[in-house]
């Protein structure tokens, strides 16, 4: 993995990575603070990140200003694994809900996804994602949506920042991200998955800030029909591990939900898989 800013570049090092990631935790939702403990740790800012994966596969990103969630998506999402796609076939149809600046969605392409159908709801948010597909050159691979995934088709009140923070949630749930500032809000369009995607899908990821079952709910249909893999984030609520798996249940009864904490908690959910019903 390599950080640079256009002139100068660094090979990020695991201990690098564990002072950027140690500075985040002394300095959480202080950004202008982290950004200039990392001038200082690096030696410049970077803007952007070239991620190599074990496959030879590349990709690009461009660093929004929200730099402490930028370095803890590519330690989570990447070198960790959080949503426990490596490995699987080459070939998938993936859903992203939730996909921020694209991270996970390019990752997925360069692990060997066919197609990856991509949601942010923000706005200039989406802006950054595409900026990325453009720098990877993974339009072919990757299709992004302006709208949030939910039960029915309607809109709704959105909470959100416009640096790139992963943060961005549908307004309503205070105990979510209770300690986050959120600057704007603004109304979006949010839809059921089974009316967006209608073709096969093998691999479906949600990490929707506390949204996860009314997207789940909306994919009833396309997870009776094709029985994805489905990783869901399930930290954000102290009973998500058990209602995630309640919700799931009542759409098809056959899947069986595994927990990791590869890097944040989550579900990984598989038709008549190993785990929990």
């Not at 796609?85 to 080459?90: D, K, L, S, T, W």
Request: glycine content about 12%.
């Amino acid at each position: 993995m390599t950080l640079s800013d256009g002139d100068r570049a660094l090979e990020l090092t695991p201990a690098g990575l564990e002072a950027a990631l140690k500075l985040r935790r002394r300095l959480l939702h202080q950004q202008r603070l982290y950004s200039t403990g990392i001038r200082k740790l690096f030696g410049f800012l970077p803007t952007r990140a070239r991620i190599t994966l074990w496959n030879g596969a590349a990709f690009m990103l461009g660093a929004p200003r929200d730099m402490g969630t930028f370095i803890c998506d590519l330690d989570g999402i990447i070198l960790r694994d959080q949503y426990d796609i490596a490995g699987r076939p080459a070939g998938m149809t993936v859903i992203d809900a939730g996909a921020n600046i694209g991270v996970f969605s390019l990752y997925a392409a360069a692990l060997g996804a066919k197609r990856v159908y991509a949601f942010e709801p923000v706005a200039e948010t989406l802006k950054m994602l595409r900026r990325n597909l453009a720098l990877s050159r993974a339009g072919a691979a990757v299709r992004a949506f302006n709208l949030a995934l939910g039960e029915t088709e309607g809109r709704a009140e959105i909470k959100y920042g416009i640096d790139g923070a992963g943060s961005a949630m549908i307004a309503g749930e205070d105990t979510v991200n209770a300690g986050v500032y959120y600057p704007f809000r603004r109304q979006v369009r949010v839809a059921p998955l089974d009316s967006l995607v209608k073709g096969r899908v093998d691999f479906v990821k949600m990490d929707v800030e506390g949204y996860e079952a009314k997207a789940l709910a909306g994919a009833g249909g396309l997870i009776n029909r094709w029985k994805p893999v489905l990783s869901l984030a399930a930290y954000h609520r102290p009973a998500d591990r058990r209602t995630l798996r309640r919700a799931l249940s009542r759409l098809q009864p056959g899947y069986r939900a595994r927990f990791n904490a590869f890097a944040e908690e989550d579900l990984c959910c598989e038709f008549g898989g190993g785990g929990q019903a």
